[in-house]
């Protein structure tokens, strides 16, 4: 990497695109940016720099776009921010590797084929991770473009840790335990070390807790359990998703119900979770600033949950030595916290709730120095994880 490249980072969600520009072989943040409400809303536009200072802003009142039209938007956007700099390659955050990638892939024509295959596992997110990657394929065809998979960092996990009791005449179809968020937790378990080195070959379990929000057991830095399964539908309740589910519920929509696959899915991914305990809204914030009993009715089922998977997942470790905090409700609710530490009490968690108010930004510990379990706090940076992986792919 000559100082003038850089790798840019493009995270494509459902109804989101964030970038990411970075910097040189020490990969410096160099500026950010996402476009949101794509297809419903007011679709809209900030670019920042590494300080947080807003470069740019856009709005489309004229009605919301698709993705297709926020990659030319963002492709022009860079183009005419580059600075002089050069783009050597792009990270992709992908949700789903299948069986075959546990590691960061380049992408091909080849590798995209096969991840269309991956489609029915990922349907609300796949197809909108490898459009852009057919978007540069066609407009920047020498531009080397990687892909970094959310499944990739849980493929370490035990086979017991993915199997279902189903048979093999299903499993093999590659119906198991995936795990998602996995850019995240590794993100985490590189950093944690950095910050206490004794964490190094400790039993940590991770909350990346955002819209969709799943836990993490993690051994020495790798995976050895997590709540999001087959689907990132599983686990713990989410913004707008259910969690863990008995299968029986879905029969009884379908048989008795008379729902059809549509209806289901669209109850369970986007009616359920905070939005659909409360009946007021998936977002965090509002819940919490509203008096409304349903609003603290959704709070306590996700702080429930959260404890019961705690446990569960301590016991996939045989113990606890620390628990992190991370995306924007981790991160950003001290209420959420101080209530799951409360109930881990068991586990030998005690929170420093001078710490755990702080409106310090980073990583930082928020347990007493007598807590047997640490208690951090890791903001969420996918992205450079995925910097880091494209440049390691780049280089060798
Ligand atoms: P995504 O999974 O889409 O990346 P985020 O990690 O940004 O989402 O998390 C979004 C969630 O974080 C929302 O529920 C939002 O309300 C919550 N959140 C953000 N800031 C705060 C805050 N200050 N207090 C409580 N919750 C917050």
């Known amino acids: 990497m000559a100082p003038r490249d850089c790798i840019v980072v493009i995270n494509a969600g459902s109804s989101s695109i964030k970038f990411s520009l970075y910097d040189g072989a020490a990969l410096d ?217 008995d299968p029986g519920v879905v029969l009884y929509l379908i048989d008795e119900l008379g729902m059809d696959v549509a209806a289901v899915q669209k109850l369970l991914y986007q009616e359920s979770g905070l939005l659909g305990v409360s009946g007021l809204s998936s977002d965090m914030r509002t819940l919490e600033q509203s008096g409304d009993p349903r609003a603290k009715a959704a709070i306590a089922l996700m702080v429930y949950r959260i404890g019961r998977e705690l446990g569960s997942l301590a016991a996939a470790l045989g113990g606890l030595d620390a628990l992190v905090f991370s995306g924007g409700i981790g991160e950003n609710s001290k209420a959420l916290r101080a209530a799951v530490c409360r109930d881990a009490a068991w586990l030998g968690v005690r929170l420093d709730t001078a710490a755990n108010d702080s409106r310090a930004d980073g990583i930082r510990r928020i347990s007493t120095p007598d807590s047997s379990v640490a208690v951090w706090i890791v903001p969420a940076n996918e992205e450079l994880m995925i910097a880091r992986h494209t440049l390691d792919i780049l280089e060798h």
């Open 29 to 245: 943040l160099a500026m950010r940016g996402k476009i949101e409400n794509l297809y419903a809303g007011v679709t809209r536009f900030v670019a920042q720099d590494a300080a947080g200072a807003v470069i740019d802003e856009h709005r489309w009142p004229d009605g919301p776009i698709d993705h297709a039209t926020g990659m030319r938007f963002l492709i022009d956007f860079a183009q005419s921010h580059l600075d002089g700099r050069r783009v050597v390659a792009v990270g992709h955050r992908i949700v789903h590797g299948g069986v075959d990638y546990s590691g960061p892939q380049l992408l091909t024509e080849a590798v995209l084929a096969r991840l269309d295959q991956l489609v029915p596992l990922a349907p609300l997110h796949l197809p909108h991770n490898l459009a852009p990657v057919r978007s540069m394929l066609a407009m920047a065809p020498q531009v080397p473009q990687v892909g970094c998979f959310d499944t990739a960092f849980h493929t370490s996990q035990p086979a017991a840790a993915q199997a279902f009791a189903l048979p093999p005449r299903i499993t093999d179809l590659g119906i198991r335990r995936y795990g998602f968020h996995g850019l995240s937790y590794e993100y985490i378990s590189s950093r944690l070390p950095q910050s206490d080195p004794q964490l190094a070959g400790a039993r940590v379990v991770a909350a990346h807790l955002g819209n969709g929000a799943s836990m993490c057991a993690m051994l020495a830095g790798r995976s050895v359990a997590s709540t999001m399964g087959f689907t990132a539908v599983d686990g713990l309740p989410m913004g707008t998703r259910c969690g863990a589910l």
